[in-house]
């Protein structure tokens, strides 16, 4: 079947603008995940959300990530007034339930000017 | 202390070789999970292998086997007879309480360079 997809693959920015990156999950998945990989961070886990709730948003950097995820499925992440230091590849996740293996999706490449 | 640490950052093998890429773990949790992830250029982290911390045997998957040792705290990745398409960033992962259980937290990767 369709594995994750993201949205878009690539997004060039100016700092000061706002991005929202888009997940779509594998049909079925209930639990969704964001994480982000940058050079100096690795791997940095951002958001979960079972459902359409996010029980667990301590990975989120500041206040100007913010992410949603309605019907169960789409899931999108908002950056306000992009920074430099938020260029990075997006990565989302899904999995059937929480304690199931994460399945990623091929990520977004956002680079901020 | 790093929870997931990979010493290596950088693996070259021949192809049809075996190679293992390691892996060491920290936690106080008697339950919890280790993945294993491979990132070929293309950027998509595909899913390899899962060992539970209950799992009295080695997880196998084709030709990649988790040598699991409990009390040294080691998940090393094991993949036999090495192809050019093994080639990408190999990153071990760990899922436990402390971490919320939902999450994966990830050690910094190792490179794996396949010749000819």
């Known amino acids: 079947g369709a594995g994750v997809s993201q949205s878009p693959s690539n997004k060039v920015t100016e700092k000061g603008k706002d991005v929202e990156l888009r997940c779509d999950p594998i049909s079925g998945h209930t639990a969704l995940y964001w994480y982000r990989q940058s050079l100096g961070q690795g791997l940095e886990f951002l958001i979960y959300?079972?459902?359409?709730?996010?029980?667990?948003k301590s990975g989120l950097p500041s206040d100007r990530f913010s992410a949603e995820r309605t019907g169960g499925s789409v899931s999108t992440l908002t950056i306000q007034r992009t920074q430099q230091e938020d260029s990075a590849v997006y990565l989302c996740a899904s999995s059937p339930s929480t304690y199931d293996t994460q399945y990623f999706g091929p990520g977004t490449r956002l680079t901020v000017l | 202390a790093q929870k997931i640490t990979q010493t290596q950052p950088g693996m070259f093998v021949q192809e049809k070789e075996a190679v293992t890429l390691d892996c060491t773990y920290d936690?106080?949790?008697?339950?919890?999970?280790l993945f294993w992830y491979k990132q070929p250029s293309s950027g998509e982290m595909i899913f390899l292998i899962y060992?539970?911390?209950?799992?009295?045997q080695n997880a196998t998957e084709g030709r990649y086997s988790l040598n699991f040792q409990k009390a040294r705290k080691s998940a090393n990745l094991v993949i036999s007879a090495s192809q050019l398409g093994d080639s990408a960033m190999y990153f071990c992962a760990m899922r436990d309480y402390d971490s919320g259980y939902s999450t994966l937290t990830f050690g910094k990767g190792t490179m794996l360079l396949v010749s000819p």
């Open positions: 936690t106080s949790d008697q339950s919890y999970g």
């Open positions: 959300f079972q459902g359409n709730s996010a029980p667990d």
């Open positions: 060992q539970g911390s209950y799992d009295e």
